[in-house]
């Protein structure tokens, strides 16, 4: 099975190189970074419409973009309309059957993921309290105030890490490195892993 996935920006690229093979075992994958999450909203029905030119059994698409504190359900919505404009099928449409298309959002972004696997945080940052997952502010990672990744700067500022400002692709990549996929505590990340393995199920 070959996998193209769509994503927003480089550090979602960043992060799932690293993921990617820990999930997809001997599938095959390409990643499409995109230039912002407005970039890809703006050229997916195109996209998806190319692929559907030339359909293949053993292909499918994976659509990954971050929440940004938007409606969740109009974000999923408009995803699931583009695909289904193009004459693919999605998950959301037939469950767990025979599906070409797995539209998953990051609530509310990529970052959110990283709090999810505090370990792996603490693994590529050490000077990072090991107990950052038990406070209040981190106990969901999906619902950290402020913005995760605004969060995710002060938290490595504080540790002494990127005194100028976080280094987003950086960060990305040396704490995906470190990821288990079983472990993380973020459900938008648990949603994205189970219909990953389902897409290529």
């Known amino acids: 099975m070959h996998v193209e996935i769509l994503v927003e920006e ?6 799932l190189m690293n993921l990617l093979p820990r999930l997809l075992g001997d599938h095959t994958y390409q990643i499409h970074p995109f230039q912002g999450k407005d970039d890809l909203l703006t050229k997916l029905p195109d996209r998806l419409s ?26 999923k919505s408009q995803l699931e309309d583009c695909a289904q404009r193009a004459g693919l099928v999605t998950r959301s449409q037939v469950g767990t ?3 070409q298309v797995l539209n ?4 509310e972004e990529l970052e959110a993921w990283f709090f999810g696997d505090v370990e792996a945080l603490v693994a590529a940052y050490p000077a990072v309290p090991a107990t950052l997952g038990n406070r209040a502010n981190y106990r969901d990672p999906d619902a950290v105030p402020g913005g995760t990744w605004e969060a995710l700067e002060r938290v490595l500022k504080r540790a002494g890490y990127y ?20 472990r993380n505590r973020s459900r938008s990340f648990q949603v994205f892993r189970d219909g990953l393995l389902d897409l290529v199920r």
């Open 104 to 107: 998953r959002i990051a609530v």
């Open 97 to 99: 059957e025979y599906f």
């Open 163 to 182: 005194p100028t400002g976080l280094a987003k692709l950086e960060a990305a990549s040396r704490i995906s490195m470190h990821m288990d996929p079983e």
């Open 10 to 15: 480089l550090s979602a690229e960043a992060a």
């Open 50 to 75: 190319g692929y559907a030119l030339s359909p293949s059994d053993d292909q499918r698409i994976l659509v990954l973009i971050d929440e940004d504190r938007q409606d969740c359900l109009r974000l």
